[in-house]
């Protein structure tokens, strides 16, 4: 459990299935949160580059878990630069989970993909989605900037994927910061 929406996510997992025990009546509708998260694991991940006009050359794919990284410790994202104001848009199909203004990653949106995947778009210029807002592939969520701690930086959109599900085949003992790696992924395999 490492990143707050990973902690609040397991979280709410928890309570749903302790509220259940409480209420002994509702045990019998304990299949139901377990089918929705078997739906959204089955539901596939297409994703397209989140920034529009980018390609894969706007990139550098060696930065992900790139080390040092300043306060964060490891680079647990890509960052993808593109001129200031340029559209940012959803890698995937999802909702929204939050839009946020503030701390390192500044205007920043937080959804959820297929797959209980979450992927965090920040150092945002503008933020246009609001929390809840369903999203289609390719729909606009903000525009680039430098806000946060890429302030003086040239302008990019910090893309990072996590899982609250860790996987263990991700397990880096040689790595930084190693252990953390079974809960982020690198979006640059499915972006290439
Ligand atoms: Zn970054």
Do not use: C
């Not at 894969?56 to 992900?64: D, G, L, Q």
């Not at 996987?167 to 992924?185: E, I, N």
Request: net charge positive; hydrophobic share 40%.
């Amino acid at each position: 459990m490492i990143t707050s929406t990973t902690k609040r996510f397991w979280y709410a997992l928890v309570s749903v299935f302790a509220f259940m025990l409480r209420y002994r009546y509702l045990k019998k509708w304990f299949w139901a949160p377990l089918l929705i998260l078997a739906i959204g694991a089955i539901i596939p991940q297409q994703m397209i580059i989140p920034v529009k006009g980018a390609t894969t050359a706007s990139w550098n794919k060696n930065s992900f878990w790139a080390y040092p990284w300043g306060s964060s410790i490891t680079h647990k994202g890509i960052d993808i630069f593109a001129k200031k104001g340029t559209d940012v848009i959803s890698a995937t199909r999802g909702i929204v989970v939050y839009t946020y203004e503030g701390g390192k990653g500044g205007k920043s949106v937080m959804v959820l993909g297929p797959k209980w995947r979450f992927h965090y778009y920040a150092h945002l210029n503008e933020i246009k989605t609001f929390s809840l807002k369903p999203l289609k592939r390719g729909d606009v969520i903000g525009t680039v900037g430098d806000t946060g701690n890429a302030k003086g930086k040239p302008p990019h959109l910090h893309y990072a994927i996590t899982s609250p599900f860790p996987y263990p085949k991700l397990y880096d003992s040689v790595s930084v910061q190693g252990w953390k790696r079974m809960f982020y992924l690198n979006p640059d395999i499915w972006l290439r």
